[in-house]
């Protein structure tokens, strides 16, 4: 049933099945178009049906975020959404299951949505409304019909996945694998970063620090003010960039279209910047340098060839058994194996 309006969430709320029913849920964000993004549409499918919730509307949404609870919610590449959920609904659904992590288990190569639907369906999806602006109204329909498309197959995708793990005795892994991804997201709630250390920020010496800080904190004030994305003042590319010319004392290159305005508030917060004086400089993060001997090696390779005969046999990509990394921090002994691997991760390895 193709949906081409919303339906109210009271609406909904009679139509659902029982708490433990299997329902598929996608949320649809405006992170492109707003610096303070927000969950724009909700889709739900269950049984044929297919339904939109649009929680712009002056409508609460507290029965179905309660309601989500208790119910077995199928999702597709769930982390963002689930980061999403955590910032407005302050809870992820306890039983979550993600088709994604399904497919990769099962040794999927592509394992992304549109793919999936192809190729156990033979339906091609269209792409067209993948970023489009979902925080306006009203949406056209071909992105209503995009977003239903979402969920649209969800559920039977759902079906064959959970089958197939079943048959291969991987379903237990994909439970322990869906629960690791809530804690994973989980984690991150919170946390004290230093978010202007973007990519490129570790080859910066201090001097260059203290102008990337003051770079980050100037277009997130932009972008705060203006609500929109970071990225549509200026990109982490350009930032590093001034960073480097500013600490080496060269003249940094504007954009052409750079507001007044805000060209002044730059100008301010680069002089304010060089007057910090270098005892308050932001320092280079320590990273720790091992040695590694021949044994280390050795060792290394006896364990990522065991891994990799494993994910052959198995048919799956031997990084979803444990990446490379993983694996040096437990031979070096910067970490215990069942601290940064899962049940099943750790009974296919000889550790």
């Known amino acids: 049933m193709a949906a081409d309006h919303y339906i109210s969430v009271e609406e909904l709320m009679g139509n659902l099945p029982p708490g433990d029913g299997k329902v598929g849920l996608d949320l649809e964000a405006d992170s492109l178009y707003r610096y303070a993004e927000r ?9 044929e049906e297919v339904e939109l919730i649009d929680p712009l509307a002056e409508e609460s949404l507290d029965p179905l975020v309660k309601w989500l609870g208790s119910a077995r919610i199928w999702m597709h590449g769930a982390d963002y959404d689930m980061t999403l959920m955590l910032r407005e609904w ?21 394992f992304g949505y549109a ?6 369906f033979g339906i091609e999806l269209s792409k067209s409304s993948q970023k489009a602006d979902w925080g306006k109204r009203p949406l056209s329909p071909k992105m209503l019909e995009y977003a239903c498309n979402d969920v649209r197959y969800l559920l039977p995708l759902a079906h ?9 005795g991987r379903y237990e892994w994909f439970l322990e694998s869906c629960e690791s991804a809530q804690t994973r997201v989980k984690g991150r709630e919170g946390e004290d970063k230093e978010s202007w250390r973007i990519a490129g920020s570790g080859r910066l010496q201090p001097a260059g620090l203290r ?11 932009e972008a705060a003010s203006w609500n929109r994305p970071s990225f549509m003042v200026a ?20 954009p052409p279209k750079l507001r007044p305005d805000r060209r002044q508030r730059l100008e301010a917060a680069i002089n304010e910047s060089r007057g910090i004086p270098e005892s308050e400089w932001p320092v280079r993060p320590k990273r720790l340098r091992q040695r590694f001997d021949e044994s280390f090696e050795q060792r290394l390779k006896e ?3 065991g891994r990799n005969k494993v994910a052959e046999d198995l048919g799956i990509d031997p990084s979803v058994i444990a990446s490379r990394g993983v694996l040096e921090q437990i031979i070096s002994g910067r970490a215990r194996p069942e601290e940064i691997l899962l049940k099943w991760q750790l009974s296919l390895l000889d550790l």
């Open 303 to 305: 364990v990522m060839e």
């Open 235 to 254: 990109t982490n590319k350009q930032l590093i960039a001034w960073a480097t010319d500013l600490a080496e004392g060269r003249k940094i290159h504007l």
């Open 160 to 168: 064959e996945v959970e089958t197939k793990l079943k048959e291969l």
């Open 90 to 110: 302050k809870m992820v659904p306890p039983m979550l299951y993600d088709t994604q992590i399904a497919a990769q288990l099962l040794g999927h190569q592509r």
């Open 115 to 120: 793919s999936l639907v192809e190729q156990y």
């Open 39 to 47: 969950i724009c549409l909700v889709q739900v499918c269950y049984g």
């Open 211 to 221: 102008f990337l800080q003051a770079l980050w904190n100037w277009r997130d004030g």
